[in-house]
C-alpha cells in the first residue's frame, strides 16, 4: 500500500508543478494590462519567478500539511524535479525567496502577526515582481505586489489537504 501512497503523492507534485507554470503563465498578460509597468518583462523572466513563488507556497503548505517528514520529504523532491522542466534552477531561485522572507521575518518578527497573509502576499509578490523586472522589491507598487502574492499563496495553501 506505500507504494500506492508514494506513486499518488508523486502525481499530485507532478500536477502542482503544472498548476505552477500555469498560474505563471496564466497571469502574465492580466498584469501587463493591470500595470503597464510590467510590460517590458520578458515572459521567460515572469515564467521563472513567478513558478519559484509558487514552489516557495507550495512547500510552505506542504511543511503544514498531515503528511509524515518522510512523505514531505519525498513530496518536495518530486516537485522541484518536476518544477525543473519548467525552470532549470527552480532550487537555486526559490531559495532566494526562502532567504528574501526569512530576512525579513527575523528582522521584524510581529511582521505578519497584524495583517499576516497581506504582509505576506506583498514579500511574496514584490520579490517575484522585482527579480523578473531586474528592480529591488521596494520598488514595486504594494498593490500589485499583494495582488501576485495573494493569488500565488491563495492557489497552493491547500494544495496538500488530504481529501
Not at 507532478?14 to 517590458?40: D, H, I, K, M, N
Not at 503544514?64 to 514531505?72: C, G, P, W
Request: glycine residues 4%; aromatic residues 10%.
Amino acid at each position: 500500500m506505500w507504494f500506492l501512497r508514494s506513486r499518488m503523492l508523486r502525481r499530485k507534485a507532478e500536477a502542482a508543478a503544472a498548476a505552477a507554470a500555469y498560474v505563471a503563465t496564466g497571469t502574465t498578460l492580466e498584469f501587463v494590462q493591470r500595470y503597464p509597468e510590467f510590460s517590458a518583462v520578458s515572459n521567460d523572466d515572469w515564467d521563472a519567478f513567478v513558478i519559484a513563488g509558487c514552489h516557495w507556497s507550495l512547500l510552505t503548505a506542504l511543511t503544514a500539511s498531515t503528511y509524515r517528514q518522510s512523505e514531505q520529504a519525498e513530496v518536495a523532491q518530486a516537485l522541484s524535479a518536476s518544477l525543473a522542466q519548467y525552470v532549470p534552477d527552480i532550487d537555486a531561485r526559490t531559495s532566494l525567496l526562502i532567504q528574501h522572507v526569512k530576512r525579513l521575518v527575523d528582522d521584524k518578527p510581529d511582521i505578519l502577526t497584524t495583517d499576516g497573509l497581506d504582509t505576506l502576499a506583498m514579500l511574496v509578490g514584490s520579490w517575484c515582481l522585482a527579480q523578473a523586472g531586474h528592480r529591488r522589491p521596494s520598488e514595486i507598487s504594494p498593490v500589485a505586489a499583494r495582488h501576485l502574492g495573494l493569488i500565488i499563496i491563495l492557489t497552493f495553501r491547500d494544495w496538500w489537504k488530504e481529501t
